[in-house]
């Protein structure tokens, strides 16, 4: 958005050029300096503390200012920096003179960090941080200096914007209902119905924010390809968009979500019992087995999808616990396949969103040297070896890279090694009588975010 | 006085902390017995006179050894019964009895009688059978059916619950029997069974008594000695017919006066420094006011004032 | 002196509610108490003597059923089961607490009490210090005490304390319930010459519950004897005392220790029986040495000599 | 006085003891738990150097030290009021706890408000009609009040007055949030002090719903202790010599009976104060109100332990504080009792 | 033995002991009920999607279904069978610690006195949810840690109170003659303090029985630790669990609830009757007779 226009003028070097007369918020003007300084901070931070999401700026080799407002991005590998520079993540624009705010000496002093952590700000943004209480609410107001107000054309965007940290669906759906919130954005599913009846209405986007099924490969039962095969074939998909999902939602394909980059359809196993009855007797279990699965508390799906799987199972003799657990422990019960397979569930499910547009954020969880994320572990030299190859050629020929992605995809789906159940849909709902939102206020690539100058107030 | 000396009392003191104000960062010490000092000879019972406060229950504990004193001694039969050790403490403790003052709270209301009734016998290592047998024997002894083993004390009357209590002491053929206000819970009517009762004991074991009231019409009819306490210290002691026909002290005076029921102008404001008791006495002098008497023996007697000290 | 009666009783009966009905402790007491003079209950543990004096003093606790009629001072507080001591109580009739460690309220001092005791009573608040003043000097304590708390004060002393308490409404009945019991002989004495002095002074109507018998002789001028809820005898206590008539209360004397005598006492064989259990006519007649077959009828109390009543069918 | 300054620092030194005790037990549990605290503290880094994070994390937090040194500065740090940051919202757990406890202890002391004159009535009344049928109905309503879970009550509330579109939800409505200027902490007392009755009014209207499903059970509670102990004292020989002497009921219930219970009471409210602290937080989390629950709720899914102790502490604190105060006052005011 | 006096004697006098007597009855044969449907109809009976979800209560779904469409009437009772075996775990181990440490505190003067009463001040001081999240990080979730976890935070109230009530009779000449025999402290503990102390306390736990209810109800409908999966027919959980479908279905959350206030009523009514027998202060007629 800062950015005009920028072309890839080679392999390792992108030129952009930034929109002029725009300004921080403290007044200060964006220009090449504060993109230089803001993008190298990220990356230095993440070379010096391996801390933060400034990875994705890791092919930066500098950041060169050509002028005012045109920079020139010197990478040590080629890579799609348009794409980089439009993620979720760590690349943000913040004004230089934060150093100076916050009492900090240098651009990674520690002190900077913690001044960002205690709620300040310096953007370019249509909203100004008014205050941050990250247990309860963070508070925003109308910048009025905004470049951006004359080109979107709103009549009545809001003064100020509360956002609230509410993290349970009743609470939100109450507060809806009290009118104390305008818009939700995780109401019950089975509460919409309830709600658009009584004049609210809903938006729903799709997300790249899916939940991949992870089967334990190191462990008995589901070392048996034929046993993860019936297990993929006793999933209830049907069940699973209307019971659980409640319509909004899509079943996975792959391991890429809808409208990804890198997108591919059709990988996905049907509901069929007898089929799947018929893999369990070729593996060879005839005797009644017991499986455990991992899921995160407080997904409502996730627990729910577990209940569906746990009584379809039940219908092939296999009998599923059920052990939800706080995020935290569901990573720790999942990486453990690398230290004691037998400890570890035998499935786990794994929510995953991409910091950044590449597919390589999907196919490197089952990367053989991922022992943070490969919960299924799932060791294989010549997957890894290509998804390696894809990623470096994302820069250099996108087609070429996309057609190794596809292969890698089809191993992971062939072998069962884990399964996209669903794509996430958001639905916000929100009440109609006093909000309009438009369709730019989303983007599937910013969860849960609102751009709030797209919203018009109705008095 | 009989030949052989059964239990000596030595200068007792015990002591205990008080704090009164708020202000008090650390506790102050009183002494409940302050300076108590007797000869009890075999057979012989002596009775301790006092009123509440004076320390009576305090001194029979320290000599029974429950309490620690704070300085001097108790010797029964030439053993210090607060040094004694095993075998030794466990012969002391078997041939001195102690019987509490309140009899429904000396028996514990949830156990058998007969089990509070050979509690002492366990502690000496008896065995069961040989515990039932003299627990049958003793109840017999004090006058009570056999059925009582089997009963609790919420079903005896205070006056049997009294007898239990004293066959608990007796139950260990005890040469000394200290008694705590034996009879001032009691009924006159069983109050009088109690004390023949105590009389016909003291025949039968050929035992020794301290029995520690307020009446001095009890302690008399009892005891053939008689100590009056007062602030923790004996003021006078002697002979129960020389104490009660020629008082020497001032406040044992006014005890017998009351017990006779003559009326008495009352005046009790406590004195500070010197004797306690000032205001009873008509021949206080000046060193009565500062300093608190000695112990003067006059024969057999001894007395705490100063009226008799020049002599 | 012309004898006005202060205290009346009729038949009074009272019983207390228990698991299975109502046990009655105090049967059939017929009483009259003149003014100015000091009656003595006199029984043993149970009898029934404390009971009767809350009747008296109109503390029977909620529980106790009432049968006959009591009148004090002319006002009739019993009549069948229903009581009525409004205005009779403190105005007419106090008591004195046999334990007053926990009868004076302990989170008030000694002044704040009898000022708000005189002041419900007899209004302005520096009259009513001034009355606690003359009150306290009555029953000969020092003033200071005023500011005492009751814990701040030795036995004795609380004692003297409720007595003022007991005073201060100016009463014209005192019911004084085993005032002496928790006290060593001397202060037994103390306390008893102060209430005799004190009923003297005032003109009052006291009735003394004791079981010490040895007391009576110094303070009182009529003696009822109970026994096991009812009175066995009664009279002006030179006679009773010197000359009792009832085998009960003639055992009771005997069993006393006096001082200096150390023959053996004489006891009363077995021991009183409890409410739940009282024989059939009279209740004495198990334990009496001198019964006969007319005892198993009940007797009732006659005047057998000049202000000498005896319930005991060898006097009938 | 029967009460003496030894009394009162050896109650406090029990205090510090008890509070240094449960410091003990928080540090073992945010060292035992498992939720790597290190990888959360690095921001759950994914990429290729995210082990080398981690491990600088560890340095950070002073996971490399022994454990004793880890536990002595933990120690110190805590009687220091420096209880670290939270992992989760990187924020001083401080800070975030005090002004979440703010909410809490503004909600239990409106419900105590409450229940305290309630509770204190009830039992009053079922003492002097005891054994009838008011007795009866007080005393089951009482049993039934103190055995009804909180915040199932509070539920049910929520779901009556959000149907009756009457708002409760939430602590403040958010057209007064930005205009309230936080002094105490307590939003009834800053905006008394702001002179905004506006705001006061609407933090009172959404503060007496959970309030109320909080004080069922210190109504309950009270008014059987109030029974109970009332019962017992009327039968008091101190009392029924004040009857004797002709005092007036009143006087003899208020005055005499009803007074020498204040100290146990006390003690006795100040006991069901802190163990409603729990009960506040579920009601809290049920009505959507910021406050501790709202901030365990949210903390312990994400594994902040150093959150979840904080809070919980604090929890222990009152507990410890309402105590000490209710022992000392107890003391104090009854004379009898020396200490 | 007079426990079963009192009892009768309640049983006969009082409506409230029947009423109690009578949910108490009513909860076990729930309970026994939940746990024998496992066995009846096999492991998963309380996992079965039996009909469409968001049923509300009829006939043939007594409290409705969730939103999977799973029985609650069924989840319910066996929800009910778990209560009840947590709860006599967490009254009874707590009881026994309780009153053991409380007798032994009393008994022992001195320094044991001093150091196990702060000890007991300490846990009392310690939020149970604190310990709950302690014991699952220790041995794992499940009810079973759950209800550990409540018992070393409940034990305490009953030390304290043992304590208290030790304290009184510990210098009862008939313990102070004991110790005088030379009786060793064990015996005197069990043959005098305990008896002597325990049956206010018995009535106490009795009483108690119905906060543990809520105590565990709450604690896991707070953090959810109680079990190993919300799959697990918990109260607590469940009502945490409902409470995002109280606006539109709300039996969801709020029947289960029901089946907490009445176990927690029936043992609070039975106890509270039998402390009434127990004190006649309390039973006897009252009029206001001043």
């Given at each position: 958005m800062l950015a005009v226009s920028w072309e890839k003028i080679n392999d390792t070097a992108w030129l952009f050029v930034l929109r002029d007369g725009v300004k921080f918020q403290d007044g200060t003007p964006l220009n090449a300096e504060a993109v230089k300084f803001s993008i190298e901070r990220a990356r230095d931070i993440y070379s010096e503390t391996g801390r933060?999401?400034?990875?994705?700026?890791?092919?930066?080799?500098?950041?060169?200012?050509?002028?005012?407002?045109?920079?020139?991005?010197?990478?040590?590998?080629?890579?799609?920096?348009?794409?980089?520079?439009?993620?979720?993540?760590?690349?943000?624009?913040?004004s230089p003179k934060v150093v100076e705010y916050s009492g900090a000496t240098s651009p990674t002093d520690p002190k900077l960090e913690e001044w960002f952590n205690e709620g300040n700000a310096v953007g370019t943004g249509p909203y100004k941080l008014a205050s941050y209480r990250p247990e309860s609410e963070v508070r925003l107001v109308k910048n009025n200096d905004w470049w951006g107000w004359k080109e979107i054309d709103n009549p009545s965007p809001p003064d100020e914007v509360i956002i609230k940290i509410i993290e349970t669906p009743e609470a939100q759906e109450s507060g809806l209902r009290a009118k104390s919130i305008d818009v939700a954005t995780n109401i019950p599913r089975a509460s919409i119905p309830g709600l658009e009846s009584q004049g609210y209405s809903k938006v729903v986007i799709p997300s790249y924010h899916n939940f991949i099924l992870v089967f334990?490969?190191?462990?008995?039962?589901?070392?048996?390809?034929?046993?993860?095969?019936?297990?993929?074939?006793?999933?209830?998909?049907?069940?699973?968009?209307?019971?659980?999902?409640?319509?909004?939602?899509?079943?996975?394909?792959?391991?890429?979500?809808?409208?990804?980059?890198?997108?591919?359809?059709?990988?996905?196993?049907?509901?069929?019992?007898?089929?799947?009855?018929?893999?369990?007797?070729?593996?060879?279990?005839?005797?009644?087995?017991?499986?455990?699965?991992?899921?995160?508390?407080?997904?409502?799906?996730?627990?729910?999808?577990?209940?569906?799987?746990?009584?379809s199972l039940a219908n092939l003799g296999i009998e599923l616990t059920i052990t939800s657990l706080p995020w935290e422990f569901v990573k720790e019960r999942g990486a453990s396949v690398w230290v004691n397979p037998n400890e570890a569930p035998h499935l786990i499910i794994n929510d995953w969103w991409p910091t950044y547009p590449s597919p390589y954020e999907y196919y490197y969880i089952f990367h053989k040297d991922n022992r943070e994320w490969n919960w299924a572990g799932y060791e294989d030299e010549e997957y890894s070896q290509i998804i390696d190859e894809a990623f470096v050629l994302e820069g250099i020929d996108w087609a070429k890279s996309m057609e190794l992605y596809m292969e890698a995809a089809q191993t992971i789906f062939n072998n069962v090694i884990a399964i996209n159940l669903w794509d996430m849909m958001h639905i916000y709902v929100y009440d109609g009588g006093r909000l309009m939102l438009r369709e730019e206020a989303f983007n599937p690539l910013y969860s849960y975010v609102i751009f709030f100058q797209y919203v018009e107030v109705k008095t | 006085m009989s030949n052989s000396t059964l239990l000596q009392v030595i200068d007792l003191y015990v002591n205990y902390r008080v704090v009164r104000k708020f202000t008090d960062i650390t506790s102050r010490v009183r002494s409940a017995v302050a300076g108590v000092n007797f000869t009890l000879s075999e057979g012989e019972t002596l009775g301790v006179v006092g009123g509440s406060g004076s320390g009576k229950t305090t001194l029979l504990k320290t000599i029974v050894g429950v309490l620690k004193p704070s300085k001097g001694e108790v010797i029964y039969r030439g053993v210090n019964v607060h040094n004694a050790k095993g075998e030794l403490k466990k012969k002391i403790m078997a041939e001195i009895g102690y019987v509490p003052q309140e009899p429904s709270q000396s028996l514990d209301p949830r156990m058998k009688i007969s089990s509070s009734v050979t509690e002492p016998l366990r502690a000496l290592g008896v065995g069961k059978s040989d515990r039932y047998e003299r627990a049958r024997y003793i109840l017999k002894v004090v006058g009570l059916s056999e059925e009582v083993l089997e009963l609790y004390p919420r079903d005896l009357s205070i006056g049997m619950l009294q007898r239990v209590a004293i066959a608990r002491a007796l139950i260990t053929k005890p040469k000394l029997v200290l008694l705590d206000e034996p009879t001032s819970s009691l009924d006159i009517s069983t109050q009088a069974q109690i004390l023949n009762f105590l009389r016909e004991m003291k025949e039968v074991f050929n035992l020794s008594y301290i029995i520690v009231t307020h009446d001095i019409s009890v302690a008399s009819y009892l005891s053939e000695r008689l100590a009056v306490m007062s602030h923790g210290t004996t003021i006078e002691e002697g002979s129960v017919d020389e104490v009660l026909n020629e008082p020497l002290h001032p406040y044992t005076r006014v005890l017998i006066e009351a017990s006779k029921l003559k009326e008495i102008e009352e005046s009790l404001e406590e004195a500070s420094a010197g004797c306690p008791f000032i205001n009873l006495c008509t021949f206080k002098t000046d060193v009565c006011f500062k300093k608190p008497p000695p112990q003067i023996a006059i024969g057999m007697r001894r007395v705490k004032c100063w009226r008799y000290s020049s002599k | 002196m012309v004898l006005e009666a202060s205290i009346k009783s009729t038949d009074l009966s009272i019983g207390y509610e228990y698991d299975y009905g109502i046990l009655w402790v105090v049967n059939s007491v017929n009483i009259v108490v003149w003014r100015n003079t000091t009656y003595c209950i006199i029984g043993e543990s149970g009898c029934g003597k404390s009971t009767l004096g809350n009747a008296l003093a109109g503390l029977l606790p909620t529980y106790a059923y009432t049968n006959g009629y009591l009148e004090i001072e002319g006002r009739t507080v019993v009549r069948g089961d229903e009581t009525n001591y409004n205005g009779v109580r403190g105005r007419i009739v106090t008591r004195i607490p046999q334990d007053p460690s926990s009868a004076l309220n302990p989170y008030a001092t000694i002044g704040e009490q009898l000022v708000k005791v005189i002041e419900h009573h007899y209004g302005v608040r520096e009259n009513a210090l001034e009355k606690a003043r003359e009150l306290l000097k009555l029953v000969k304590l020092p003033l200071e005490v005023i500011d005492y708390y009751p814990h701040e004060l030795s036995g004795g002393m609380k004692q003297r304390a409720a007595i003022a308490l007991a005073l201060a409404p100016m009463p014209k009945v005192i019911v004084a319930d085993e005032p002496t019991s928790n006290l060593d002989a001397y202060l037994r004495g103390v306390v008893a010459s102060l209430l005799k002095r004190v009923q003297r002074e005032l003109n009052l109507t006291l009735v003394f519950i004791t079981h010490d018998i040895a007391l009576t002789s110094v303070i009182c001028d009529y003696i009822a004897v109970m026994y096991a809820g009812t009175i066995v005898e009664e009279g002006v206590s030179s006679k009773v005392l010197h000359n009792p008539l009832h085998p009960y209360t003639q055992l009771l004397f005997k069993a006393i220790p006096k001082l200096g005598y150390r023959e053996t006492l004489s006891t009363i064989p077995g021991s009183p029986p409890s409410p739940t259990s009282y024989p059939e006519g009279c209740r004495f007649r198990p334990r009496c040495p001198v019964g006969f077959s007319e005892c198993y009828k009940a007797p009732k109390l006659i005047e057998v000599k000049p202000q000498h009543k005896v319930s005991c069918w060898r006097y009938a | 006085m029967g009460i003496t300054l030894n009394y009162v620092v050896r109650r406090i030194v029990l205090s510090i003891a008890i509070i240094l005790g449960i410091s003990i037990i928080t540090y073992v549990f945010i060292y035992l738990a498992p939720g790597d605290p290190a990888y959360v503290w690095a921001g759950r880094p994914r990429g290729p150097l995210a082990s080398e994070a981690i491990a600088r994390a560890r340095v950070e937090l002073g996971l490399d030290q022994p454990i004793y040194v880890q536990f002595f500065l933990h120690v110190l740090r805590f009687f220091s009021g420096n209880w670290g940051l939270s992992i989760r919202f990187k924020q001083s757990v401080f800070s975030l706890v005090m002004r979440n406890f703010a909410s809490t202890l503004e909600l239990l002391l409106v419900s105590f408000a409450i229940s305290i004159p309630i509770g204190l009535f009830l039992g009053i009344h079922s003492s002097l009609y005891r054994g009838s049928k008011i007795d009866a109905a007080i005393n089951s309503l009482s049993i039934v009040l103190s055995n009804t879970p909180r915040f199932w009550i509070g539920l049910a509330m929520l779901l009556a007055f959000t149907s009756l579109n009457i708002p409760t939800y939430g602590r403040i409505s958010d057209n007064f949030r930005g205009e309230l200027v936080e002094r105490v902490g307590l939003y009834l007392v800053d905006s008394l002090l702001q002179g905004r009755l506006d705001i006061f009014l609407d933090v009172l209207i959404r503060i007496i719903p959970p309030a109320l499903a909080l004080s069922l059970y210190p109504i309950g509670a009270i008014a059987r202790v109030t029974r109970i102990s009332l019962s017992e004292a009327l039968q008091e020989e101190f009392v029924r010599e004040a009857v004797s002497l002709g005092l007036p009921r009143n006087t003899v219930v208020y005055g005499y009976a009803l007074r020498g219970l204040i100290p146990s009471l006390m003690q006795a409210i100040g006991l069901f104060f802190s163990y409603s602290l729990i009960d506040a937080m579920a009601v809290e989390y049920v009505f959507g109100r910021e406050g501790l629950g709202n901030l365990l709720v949210k903390a312990i899914p994400a594994s902040d332990f150093p959150l979840v102790t904080a809070a919980l502490i604090i929890v222990a604190i009152v507990y410890v504080v309402t105590n000490t105060i209710a022992d000392i006052v107890q003391a104090l005011i009854n004379p009898r009792v020396t200490m | 033995m007079d426990s079963l006096a009192l009892s009768i004697n309640a049983w006969r006098k009082r409506v409230t002991f029947r009423i109690g007597l009578v949910i108490t009855i009513a909860i076990l044969l729930a309970g026994v009920a939940g746990g024998l449907f496992p066995l009846i109809y096999g492991w998963d009976i309380g996992f079965r999607i039996v009909s469409e979800s968001f049923q509300p209560p009829s006939l043939k779904h007594l409290f409705g279904t969730d939103d999977l469409g799973r029985d609650m009437f069924t989840r319910v009772l066996m929800g009910t069978s778990r209560a009840l075996v947590q709860t006599t775990i967490v009254i009874v181990l707590s009881l026994f610690i309780g009153l053991f440490v409380g007798a032994i505190t009393a008994y022992y003067k001195g320094f044991i006195e001093k150091a196990l009463s702060y000890i007991t001040e300490l846990f009392l001081a310690i939020p149970s949810i604190l310990l709950a999240l302690v014991f699952v990080i220790l041995f794992g979730r499940g009810a079973l840690t759950v209800?550990?976890?409540?018992?070393?935070?409940?034990?305490?109230?009953?030390?304290?109170?043992?304590?208290?009530?030790?304290?009184?009779?510990?210098?009862?000449d008939f313990i102070v003659l004991a110790k005088h025999y030379g009786l060793p402290g064990v015996y005197i503990i069990l043959r005098h303090i305990v008896p002597n102390i325990m049956s206010p306390i018995f009535i106490q736990a009795l009483t108690d029985a119905g906060s543990v209810v809520i105590e565990l109800a709450t604690i896991n409908f707070l953090v959810g630790v109680g079990t190993t999966s919300i799959e697990e027919p918990d109260w607590g959980l469940m009502l945490g669990y409902g409470v995002r479908y109280v606006f539109n279905y709300w039996w969801i959350p709020l029947l289960p609830g029901l089946f907490i206030v009445l176990m927690a009523l029936g043992f609070a009514l039975i106890g509270d009757s039998i402390y009434e027998e127990m004190h006649p202060q309390l039973k006897r007629r009252w009029r206001l007779w001043f």
């Amino acid at each position: 958005m800062l950015a005009v226009s920028w072309e890839k003028i080679n392999d390792t070097a992108w030129l952009f050029v930034l929109r002029d007369g725009v300004k921080f918020q403290d007044g200060t003007p964006l220009n090449a300096e504060a993109v230089k300084f803001s993008i190298e901070r990220a990356r230095d931070i993440y070379s010096e503390t391996g801390r933060g999401p400034g990875y994705v700026w890791s092919c930066i080799e500098e950041v060169i200012v050509v002028n005012k407002t045109t920079v020139l991005f010197k990478l040590s590998y080629p890579a799609r920096v348009d794409l980089i520079a439009s993620g979720a993540y760590g690349a943000f624009i913040y004004s230089p003179k934060v150093v100076e705010y916050s009492g900090a000496t240098s651009p990674t002093d520690p002190k900077l960090e913690e001044w960002f952590n205690e709620g300040n700000a310096v953007g370019t943004g249509p909203y100004k941080l008014a205050s941050y209480r990250p247990e309860s609410e963070v508070r925003l107001v109308k910048n009025n200096d905004w470049w951006g107000w004359k080109e979107i054309d709103n009549p009545s965007p809001p003064d100020e914007v509360i956002i609230k940290i509410i993290e349970t669906p009743e609470a939100q759906e109450s507060g809806l209902r009290a009118k104390s919130i305008d818009v939700a954005t995780n109401i019950p599913r089975a509460s919409i119905p309830g709600l658009e009846s009584q004049g609210y209405s809903k938006v729903v986007i799709p997300s790249y924010h899916n939940f991949i099924l992870v089967f334990n490969t190191q462990r008995y039962p589901t070392n048996i390809a034929e046993v993860r095969k019936a297990i993929a074939y006793a999933i209830p998909y049907d069940e699973l968009i209307n019971t659980v999902l409640r319509g909004y939602g899509r079943i996975g394909s792959g391991l890429v979500p809808y409208s990804f980059p890198g997108y591919i359809g059709n990988l996905t196993y049907k509901h069929d019992l007898s089929l799947a009855q018929k893999l369990l007797e070729e593996a060879g279990l005839v005797e009644r087995i017991s499986l455990e699965i991992v899921i995160t508390l407080g997904y409502e799906e996730e627990e729910k999808f577990a209940s569906l799987l746990k009584n379809s199972l039940a219908n092939l003799g296999i009998e599923l616990t059920i052990t939800s657990l706080p995020w935290e422990f569901v990573k720790e019960r999942g990486a453990s396949v690398w230290v004691n397979p037998n400890e570890a569930p035998h499935l786990i499910i794994n929510d995953w969103w991409p910091t950044y547009p590449s597919p390589y954020e999907y196919y490197y969880i089952f990367h053989k040297d991922n022992r943070e994320w490969n919960w299924a572990g799932y060791e294989d030299e010549e997957y890894s070896q290509i998804i390696d190859e894809a990623f470096v050629l994302e820069g250099i020929d996108w087609a070429k890279s996309m057609e190794l992605y596809m292969e890698a995809a089809q191993t992971i789906f062939n072998n069962v090694i884990a399964i996209n159940l669903w794509d996430m849909m958001h639905i916000y709902v929100y009440d109609g009588g006093r909000l309009m939102l438009r369709e730019e206020a989303f983007n599937p690539l910013y969860s849960y975010v609102i751009f709030f100058q797209y919203v018009e107030v109705k008095t | 006085m009989s030949n052989s000396t059964l239990l000596q009392v030595i200068d007792l003191y015990v002591n205990y902390r008080v704090v009164r104000k708020f202000t008090d960062i650390t506790s102050r010490v009183r002494s409940a017995v302050a300076g108590v000092n007797f000869t009890l000879s075999e057979g012989e019972t002596l009775g301790v006179v006092g009123g509440s406060g004076s320390g009576k229950t305090t001194l029979l504990k320290t000599i029974v050894g429950v309490l620690k004193p704070s300085k001097g001694e108790v010797i029964y039969r030439g053993v210090n019964v607060h040094n004694a050790k095993g075998e030794l403490k466990k012969k002391i403790m078997a041939e001195i009895g102690y019987v509490p003052q309140e009899p429904s709270q000396s028996l514990d209301p949830r156990m058998k009688i007969s089990s509070s009734v050979t509690e002492p016998l366990r502690a000496l290592g008896v065995g069961k059978s040989d515990r039932y047998e003299r627990a049958r024997y003793i109840l017999k002894v004090v006058g009570l059916s056999e059925e009582v083993l089997e009963l609790y004390p919420r079903d005896l009357s205070i006056g049997m619950l009294q007898r239990v209590a004293i066959a608990r002491a007796l139950i260990t053929k005890p040469k000394l029997v200290l008694l705590d206000e034996p009879t001032s819970s009691l009924d006159i009517s069983t109050q009088a069974q109690i004390l023949n009762f105590l009389r016909e004991m003291k025949e039968v074991f050929n035992l020794s008594y301290i029995i520690v009231t307020h009446d001095i019409s009890v302690a008399s009819y009892l005891s053939e000695r008689l100590a009056v306490m007062s602030h923790g210290t004996t003021i006078e002691e002697g002979s129960v017919d020389e104490v009660l026909n020629e008082p020497l002290h001032p406040y044992t005076r006014v005890l017998i006066e009351a017990s006779k029921l003559k009326e008495i102008e009352e005046s009790l404001e406590e004195a500070s420094a010197g004797c306690p008791f000032i205001n009873l006495c008509t021949f206080k002098t000046d060193v009565c006011f500062k300093k608190p008497p000695p112990q003067i023996a006059i024969g057999m007697r001894r007395v705490k004032c100063w009226r008799y000290s020049s002599k | 002196m012309v004898l006005e009666a202060s205290i009346k009783s009729t038949d009074l009966s009272i019983g207390y509610e228990y698991d299975y009905g109502i046990l009655w402790v105090v049967n059939s007491v017929n009483i009259v108490v003149w003014r100015n003079t000091t009656y003595c209950i006199i029984g043993e543990s149970g009898c029934g003597k404390s009971t009767l004096g809350n009747a008296l003093a109109g503390l029977l606790p909620t529980y106790a059923y009432t049968n006959g009629y009591l009148e004090i001072e002319g006002r009739t507080v019993v009549r069948g089961d229903e009581t009525n001591y409004n205005g009779v109580r403190g105005r007419i009739v106090t008591r004195i607490p046999q334990d007053p460690s926990s009868a004076l309220n302990p989170y008030a001092t000694i002044g704040e009490q009898l000022v708000k005791v005189i002041e419900h009573h007899y209004g302005v608040r520096e009259n009513a210090l001034e009355k606690a003043r003359e009150l306290l000097k009555l029953v000969k304590l020092p003033l200071e005490v005023i500011d005492y708390y009751p814990h701040e004060l030795s036995g004795g002393m609380k004692q003297r304390a409720a007595i003022a308490l007991a005073l201060a409404p100016m009463p014209k009945v005192i019911v004084a319930d085993e005032p002496t019991s928790n006290l060593d002989a001397y202060l037994r004495g103390v306390v008893a010459s102060l209430l005799k002095r004190v009923q003297r002074e005032l003109n009052l109507t006291l009735v003394f519950i004791t079981h010490d018998i040895a007391l009576t002789s110094v303070i009182c001028d009529y003696i009822a004897v109970m026994y096991a809820g009812t009175i066995v005898e009664e009279g002006v206590s030179s006679k009773v005392l010197h000359n009792p008539l009832h085998p009960y209360t003639q055992l009771l004397f005997k069993a006393i220790p006096k001082l200096g005598y150390r023959e053996t006492l004489s006891t009363i064989p077995g021991s009183p029986p409890s409410p739940t259990s009282y024989p059939e006519g009279c209740r004495f007649r198990p334990r009496c040495p001198v019964g006969f077959s007319e005892c198993y009828k009940a007797p009732k109390l006659i005047e057998v000599k000049p202000q000498h009543k005896v319930s005991c069918w060898r006097y009938a | 006085m029967g009460i003496t300054l030894n009394y009162v620092v050896r109650r406090i030194v029990l205090s510090i003891a008890i509070i240094l005790g449960i410091s003990i037990i928080t540090y073992v549990f945010i060292y035992l738990a498992p939720g790597d605290p290190a990888y959360v503290w690095a921001g759950r880094p994914r990429g290729p150097l995210a082990s080398e994070a981690i491990a600088r994390a560890r340095v950070e937090l002073g996971l490399d030290q022994p454990i004793y040194v880890q536990f002595f500065l933990h120690v110190l740090r805590f009687f220091s009021g420096n209880w670290g940051l939270s992992i989760r919202f990187k924020q001083s757990v401080f800070s975030l706890v005090m002004r979440n406890f703010a909410s809490t202890l503004e909600l239990l002391l409106v419900s105590f408000a409450i229940s305290i004159p309630i509770g204190l009535f009830l039992g009053i009344h079922s003492s002097l009609y005891r054994g009838s049928k008011i007795d009866a109905a007080i005393n089951s309503l009482s049993i039934v009040l103190s055995n009804t879970p909180r915040f199932w009550i509070g539920l049910a509330m929520l779901l009556a007055f959000t149907s009756l579109n009457i708002p409760t939800y939430g602590r403040i409505s958010d057209n007064f949030r930005g205009e309230l200027v936080e002094r105490v902490g307590l939003y009834l007392v800053d905006s008394l002090l702001q002179g905004r009755l506006d705001i006061f009014l609407d933090v009172l209207i959404r503060i007496i719903p959970p309030a109320l499903a909080l004080s069922l059970y210190p109504i309950g509670a009270i008014a059987r202790v109030t029974r109970i102990s009332l019962s017992e004292a009327l039968q008091e020989e101190f009392v029924r010599e004040a009857v004797s002497l002709g005092l007036p009921r009143n006087t003899v219930v208020y005055g005499y009976a009803l007074r020498g219970l204040i100290p146990s009471l006390m003690q006795a409210i100040g006991l069901f104060f802190s163990y409603s602290l729990i009960d506040a937080m579920a009601v809290e989390y049920v009505f959507g109100r910021e406050g501790l629950g709202n901030l365990l709720v949210k903390a312990i899914p994400a594994s902040d332990f150093p959150l979840v102790t904080a809070a919980l502490i604090i929890v222990a604190i009152v507990y410890v504080v309402t105590n000490t105060i209710a022992d000392i006052v107890q003391a104090l005011i009854n004379p009898r009792v020396t200490m | 033995m007079d426990s079963l006096a009192l009892s009768i004697n309640a049983w006969r006098k009082r409506v409230t002991f029947r009423i109690g007597l009578v949910i108490t009855i009513a909860i076990l044969l729930a309970g026994v009920a939940g746990g024998l449907f496992p066995l009846i109809y096999g492991w998963d009976i309380g996992f079965r999607i039996v009909s469409e979800s968001f049923q509300p209560p009829s006939l043939k779904h007594l409290f409705g279904t969730d939103d999977l469409g799973r029985d609650m009437f069924t989840r319910v009772l066996m929800g009910t069978s778990r209560a009840l075996v947590q709860t006599t775990i967490v009254i009874v181990l707590s009881l026994f610690i309780g009153l053991f440490v409380g007798a032994i505190t009393a008994y022992y003067k001195g320094f044991i006195e001093k150091a196990l009463s702060y000890i007991t001040e300490l846990f009392l001081a310690i939020p149970s949810i604190l310990l709950a999240l302690v014991f699952v990080i220790l041995f794992g979730r499940g009810a079973l840690t759950v209800s550990l976890a409540l018992v070393a935070s409940w034990w305490s109230w009953y030390g304290r109170f043992a304590y208290l009530q030790a304290r009184a009779i510990r210098d009862l000449d008939f313990i102070v003659l004991a110790k005088h025999y030379g009786l060793p402290g064990v015996y005197i503990i069990l043959r005098h303090i305990v008896p002597n102390i325990m049956s206010p306390i018995f009535i106490q736990a009795l009483t108690d029985a119905g906060s543990v209810v809520i105590e565990l109800a709450t604690i896991n409908f707070l953090v959810g630790v109680g079990t190993t999966s919300i799959e697990e027919p918990d109260w607590g959980l469940m009502l945490g669990y409902g409470v995002r479908y109280v606006f539109n279905y709300w039996w969801i959350p709020l029947l289960p609830g029901l089946f907490i206030v009445l176990m927690a009523l029936g043992f609070a009514l039975i106890g509270d009757s039998i402390y009434e027998e127990m004190h006649p202060q309390l039973k006897r007629r009252w009029r206001l007779w001043f």
